[in-house]
């Protein structure tokens, strides 16, 4: 990105992250992003051809590049321009199609409609992990279906801070073996929780794991857990800083978001910011800030403000995000975290705060398309087509096998 702007290749990158819920691949590289103009205002007009002119997901898609769009540094306005894809486009994008429904077992196990988010901080001790837990609780409170992933596998805490405990079960799909998440009721909806502290010992193992082992591990959660097609959210408790787990996690998904998680104090926002840097150079969308242990506020309602003040703010005006919310300090939210009672189930300031957070998420998504809409048609004939080309394949097969000849694959 140069300092006055983002250039196409920017654009085009940022515009990876809106993906086609129903075949799993992103607009771009299904050849829908026809042309990308820039102008010297920051406004940025996009040119995207439909499958269909009638294209039922059209909604979803101008809503989710505008989100996407409005959040990149530099840009003032977005313009969507609406084309429709001659016969050659949309064969490239039904070989396109072919592919990835026979690539399947080698992409992750989330559903394309199951909305990531990626829980982030510049360095540890700012609260990144009890976020997490108290805002996927006050999600699932509230009738949602949540997925956790602990990705900090090093300083896994949310099994306690979920008051989740036990190995995690195996099961046989499709010739493969899959971890299946611990349930866990919650409200009216539930969790569903996967950590490194259900596959070791006891939560004082020490793993002494290099970044690249860190990383297959994470891609292990991604890709070999058996996610639950119907989850809505799916948080992502991210270690501290900016390594090999948060680059590998970008390329697997290219479609997550991220929510940076600071203090008020000035030191933590500056941290913080290279988080926000990092997130952008991958190209994920910076959904917003979320400040921790803002103030702490006495019984005759005098507020304290113990770490400072003003980094969330700062932070969130540097990043041109939102600043979503502040979590104030109280005694309540770490004792919730030691007993696995998350504090957003309660009362009080910090559970008004997180619920408040849960609602300002879910405000703030992209519906999911109707699955009826053209690309299920076109999914669906890629999957017919693939069939018809085994069967043909077997009937080759066992001629050759009657008639001594051999099959040479066209």
């Known amino acids: 990105m140069t300092g006055t702007g983002p250039s196409r290749d920017d654009i085009f990158g940022f515009l990876r992250g809106v993906v086609d819920p129903e075949l799993g691949s992103d607009i771009v590289d299904l050849g829908m992003v026809r042309d990308v103009e820039i102008g010297p205002d920051g406004q940025v007009g996009v040119t995207i051809a439909l499958t269909t002119a009638g294209c039922p997901l059209r909604a979803q898609i101008q809503r989710d590049v505008r989100t996407r769009l409005s959040a990149v540094p530099g840009v003032s306005g977005v313009r969507l321009a609406w084309a429709e894809m001659t016969a050659d486009e949309r064969s490239t994008a039904m070989a396109k199609a072919r592919w990835n429904v026979a690539q399947r077992p080698e992409d992750i196990s989330v559903a394309p409609t199951t909305r990531v988010v990626l829980v982030s901080s510049g360095k540890g001790g700012v609260g990144k992990s009890s976020v997490t837990a108290n805002l996927a609780a006050a999600l699932a ?85 058996e996610w639950g097609s119907d989850l809505d959210h799916l948080l992502v408790d991210m270690p501290p800083g900016t390594g090999d787990v948060q680059m590998g996690v970008a390329k697997l998904v290219p479609r997550a978001e991220v929510i940076v998680v600071t203090t008020p104090a000035v030191a933590a926002q500056k941290v913080a910011v290279r988080a926000v840097a990092m997130a952008r150079k991958t190209y994920l969308r910076v959904a917003g800030v979320i400040e921790n242990m803002s103030s702490f506020v006495c019984d005759h309602g005098e507020a304290y403000a113990l770490f400072g003040e003003g980094g969330g703010q700062a932070l969130a005006d540097t990043a041109g995000v939102p600043l979503l919310g502040k979590v104030p300090i109280e005694p309540a939210v770490s004792a919730g975290n030691d007993t696995g009672a998350p504090v957003a189930l309660g009362t009080g300031p910090a559970a008004e705060a997180f619920r408040a957070l849960a609602m300002r998420l879910v405000d703030d998504a992209v519906p999911p398309a109707e699955m009826a809409g053209c690309s299920a048609r076109m999914l669906e004939a890629a999957e017919a087509a693939l069939d018809a080309a085994d069967a043909a394949e077997r009937v080759d097969a066992e001629a050759a096998g009657a008639t001594g000849a051999a099959v040479v694959p066209s």
């Open 141 to 225: 409170a509230r009738g949602g279906r949540v997925g956790v992933l602990d990705a900090d596998v090093w300083g896994f805490s949310i099994p306690r801070m979920l008051g989740v405990s036990g190995r995690l079960a195996g099961v046989e799909r499709d010739g493969r073996r899959r971890m299946v998440p611990h349930r866990v009721p919650m409200g009216d909806g539930f969790l569903e929780v996967v950590s490194m502290g259900f596959l070791v010992e006891d939560e004082e193992t020490a793993l002494m794991w290099r970044g690249l082992m860190l990383n297959r591990g994470v891609q292990h959660f991604l890709q070999d857990v």
